[in-house]
């Protein structure tokens, strides 16, 4: 495999393990409920949806481009800690509650996190309702080599 | 490649072979239009949106608890016919009609059956309608490496 | 690797190299603002969600029935320039604006699209809006070997 970088399934010790492996990275919010903040499954790292909670208070950051801000940089810190930046992002989904008034304050956020980019496939719908009454909500799935891999 | 448990894309005779493999178990509902019910790509498993359709008669579980259990063992039976658990989700994607009155069921119901998980990554929202004005769907990814595979 | 398909991460000259290889085919729309039309990692192909606007004209397409028709093309058009055709679809998410309206236009699309199939698993939500105030959105995901993998 000399030269390539392909990162097999896992350095697994023997085939018992779990083949998906759950993350909890430090500094991150704390899911309360019946979910996890992400996976990462091969060179493959999901995210959950993450929405605006400062993970010192876990509570909803007060304003709203604030919010959304949290909401990225909550994602990004998932993704970090498996070695993704953002621009190792694949795709964002992006929900809102208000397209007009939400989608505006998303580009500029994008704009300041990614910079130059290159920026990830979007797609973005204005939904009903999210979590909390919530207003943003973003997806991220990332691809990064794994730790160890023989690369 | 000894030692590792990298599963090849898949144990193709020949190039022509489609790249995804479509899924159709025993036992699943019936895609009754444009749609199929999963996918298998490399050690990915990609499960179509599944609602409470029992497949036995084809029709939506009547009480609502009972049609989101449903939806899950829909998605559960096709993840497991490709050898994988709902411990191996890398994600799922809940899409309820009425955040305050279903996601509650959803968390009581994924306790049920993850158990003492882990529990995947989950994004929840509410939209405005589903398909044959049903109040719940689930969307899985699954990760399992192929059978066959040279692990 | 002989007689295996697998095609690794990439051919890539040194570790620097991007993880995640960004999309933008000739002959595609233009995306204007903090997004791209797609990315490719490793085996696969992640196409942002597509609307029914003319590559030619960057205006959407008037008929209903041809807008979604447009959007199918412009996703299919990123796919097939990275070698993956429709059939090679592991997912796509379908989001419209009137689900009673809307679907049967899409199924038609489909089956005009996708002839004899296999169809890719679907998940098909109504939402509130979309971008541009539009009536359909596809997000697909695809998988194909890598250009110039070792297979």
Chains 1, 2, 3 share one sequence.
Do not use: C
Request: hydrophobic share 35%.
């Amino acid at each position: 495999m000399e030269g390539t970088f392909y990162a097999p399934l896992k350095d697994r010790k023997h085939p018992d393990e779990p083949n998906v492996e759950t993350l909890s990275p430090e500094g991150a919010i704390q899911p309360t409920g019946t979910w996890n903040l992400g996976t990462r499954a091969g060179d493959s790292i999901y995210v959950a949806g993450m929405r605006g909670i400062d993970p010192e208070t876990n509570a909803l950051v007060k304003n709203e481009k604030d919010r959304i801000r949290q909401a990225f940089l909550n994602m990004k810190l998932i993704a970090e800690s498996e070695g993704a930046s953002l621009q190792d992002a694949t795709r964002i989904v992006v929900y809102v509650t208000d397209m007009f008034r939400y989608r505006p304050l998303v580009n500029e956020i994008q704009q300041e996190l990614w910079g130059d980019g290159p920026y990830p496939p979007r797609t973005i719908v204005e939904v009903d309702r999210l979590n909390q009454d919530d207003i943003f909500e973003v997806e991220g799935t990332f691809h990064a080599p794994q730790k160890g891999s023989n690369k």
